[in-house]
């Protein structure tokens, strides 16, 4: 690109030379002119190649890497950071069958290990670290299951007192987890505007004001003591819903939209941005659009960008974040059932 436009501007001294000069001194001021334009050139070469380079640096956000795929290939599973390794805990297996299968993704070593599987196969259920504790919950359930790294194992704690199937939004604050949707767990793809708060010291739920729009297959994430909630879907329709809780007002309110309509993203805060990954579509009469769109909220301007895409768009994902790193294992490639055992990193420029 740098030599075409070289290139072009070069013509274009030529032409606009004999087109303005004739006469008896025309070749001597060509040439002088030439001169000084080449001089120009040099400048708006450069001035172009910075100004490529920074927008390009813009667009981009980061950079992708992949990772060493994950042992068994799972979507619709949940993803949590417990002492710099990631859990990788139930999802659909590729025969589209609920699993208990607990596998650990060392960043530091690129190598997976299996952890003691959680007490009951799930999908669509979800995870979170909690004063240094692991969970698991939600899912076709409302039991709840902490891990202890030291032995290795699962024990019950307090139920939820709503079900969140089909995926809700999570995210941690002051050592509180907070659900957000989901599916309430009757007949069909239902929506769910039920919120909830863990507190792993007293071992208690305590019921939220609720969304104002109930949705499932939702993500979420706290950014500057706010819990961020965005897409979804209820049945076929596609939210792009994005709405903000405060925990000081227990009250919600609307920012702007989620450019790209979707559910079954991954979401993950990073610098004060809320990410959002991949995801799909469902069409009326049956069949997806799987997506691979990476869009950024910013809410110090309420506003959104788009980022490179994934490399391999998937759905039924779950973000996790280490530093700037955000790990997305796993996940549906196709609409419906299609898991893989794909492993991508997308590292957030500083």
């Known amino acids: 690109m740098l030599k075409i436009f070289a290139n072009v501007l070069g013509t274009w001294r030529v032409f606009s030379c ?5 006469g008896f001194d025309a070749q001597r001021t060509c040439t002088h002119l030439d001169t000084l334009m080449k001089k120009t050139s040099r400048i708006l070469t450069l001035l172009f190649w910075l100004t490529f380079v920074s927008g390009a640096a813009a667009q981009t956000g980061g950079s992708w890497q992949t990772l060493a795929p994950m042992p068994t290939a799972r979507q619709e599973l949940a993803t949590a950071v417990l002492n710099g390794k990631i859990y990788a805990i139930g999802g659909y297996d590729s025969s589209g069958t609920p699993t208990n299968t607990v596998e650990v993704y060392d960043p530091t070593t690129n190598t997976w290990t299996s952890a003691h599987p959680i ?4 999908h669509h259920n979800s995870a979170a670290v909690a004063a240094g504790k692991l969970y698991s919950f939600g899912g076709p359930s409302t039991e709840v299951f902490v891990y202890d790294e030291l032995t290795d194992s699962w024990s019950a704690v307090a139920s939820m007192l709503f079900f969140h199937a089909l ?13 957000a949707g989901g599916a309430n767990g ?15 010291v007293t071992n208690t739920w305590t019921a939220l004001q609720p969304m ?19 897409g979804g879907r209820r049945r076929v329709h596609a939210f792009d819903s994005n709405e903000v809780y405060d925990p000081q007002t227990n009250t919600w309110e609307r920012r702007a939209p989620l450019p790209t309509a979707r559910g079954g993203i991954g979401v993950a805060p990073v610098n004060g941005e809320l990410f959002v990954f991949g995801g799909e579509t469902l ?10 769109e990476v869009e950024v909220f910013n809410p110090a301007t309420n506003s959104w960008r788009s980022l490179s895409p994934m490399p ?19 996940g549906g490639i196709v609409s419906g059932f299609g898991a893989t055992n794909i492993n991508e990193v997308f590292i957030v420029s500083p």
């Open 18 to 22: 004999r087109k303005l000069v004739k």
């Open 119 to 122: 007490p009951r196969a799930l």
């Open 167 to 179: 995926t809700p939004a999570v995210g941690v604050f002051n050592d509180k987890i907070y659900v």
């Open 186 to 200: 009757g007949g069909g793809n239902s929506m769910q505007n039920q919120v909830e708060a863990y507190d792993p």
């Open 212 to 230: 104002r729009d109930g949705r499932n297959h939702c993500g979420g994430a706290f950014i500057d003591g706010k819990f961020y909630v965005v």
């Open 283 to 292: 069409f009326p009469n049956g069949g997806g659009e799987v997506h691979g």
């Open 312 to 330: 391999t768009p998937r759905h039924g994902i779950w973000a996790s974040v280490i530093g700037n790193d955000i790990f997305l294992p796993g």
